[in-house]
């Protein structure tokens, strides 16, 4: 299960609850859940990009074939719909598969990934999901892929 302590390693998580800093605005008609994840985005000329990605679930079991992580930037997905998915990291550094982590996400929660995370991409379960990814964009090459064996298998 994912929580803002077993995830604070690797990134930070975007959800509405009582340890998020809010308070109301707009005459008491909102509530705002303010600077909920630390936007990295200032290497080498980088700009905010706000994206949508649309994922597919994969067949179960999930072999973990591949990891990537953004050198230059933060990269948050927020998910538009109602089903859980899974978020799959590995801390910084060179890529050391036996720290691998699993994490099982609601549809309530988002994640942001520090600078240089490890990670899956998105694994949407149960049926296609969209998800609203805030990232870099600029100069520089933002994203190394390490292509692993699928020897890694999630079973739900």
């Not at 050198?71 to 910084?92: C, D, E, T």
């Not at 990934?113 to 990814?133: E, I, R």
Request: overall charge negative; hydrophobic content about 40%.
């Amino acid at each position: 299960m994912l929580t803002r302590d077993n995830f604070a390693a690797f990134g930070d998580v975007i959800e509405v609850n009582d340890k998020a800093n809010h308070f109301a605005i707009n005459d008491g008609f909102t509530e705002r859940y303010h600077d909920l994840a630390k936007v990295d985005v200032i290497n080498q000329n980088g700009r905010v990009l706000i994206n949508i990605f649309r994922s597919t679930p994969l067949a179960q079991p999930i072999a973990i074939k591949m990891m990537e992580r953004h050198p230059l930037g933060s990269q948050a997905f927020i998910p538009m719909g109602n089903q859980p998915y899974l978020v799959v990291v590995a801390p910084k550094g060179e890529l050391d598969t036996s720290k691998i982590e699993v994490f099982l996400a609601t549809a309530e929660q988002g994640v942001n990934y520090h600078t240089g995370t490890w990670h899956h991409f998105c694994l949407a379960l149960n049926q296609p999901s969209d998800f609203l990814v805030v990232d870099r964009g600029g100069e520089g090459d933002n994203c190394d892929v390490v292509t692993l064996d699928g020897s890694l298998v999630i079973q739900l």
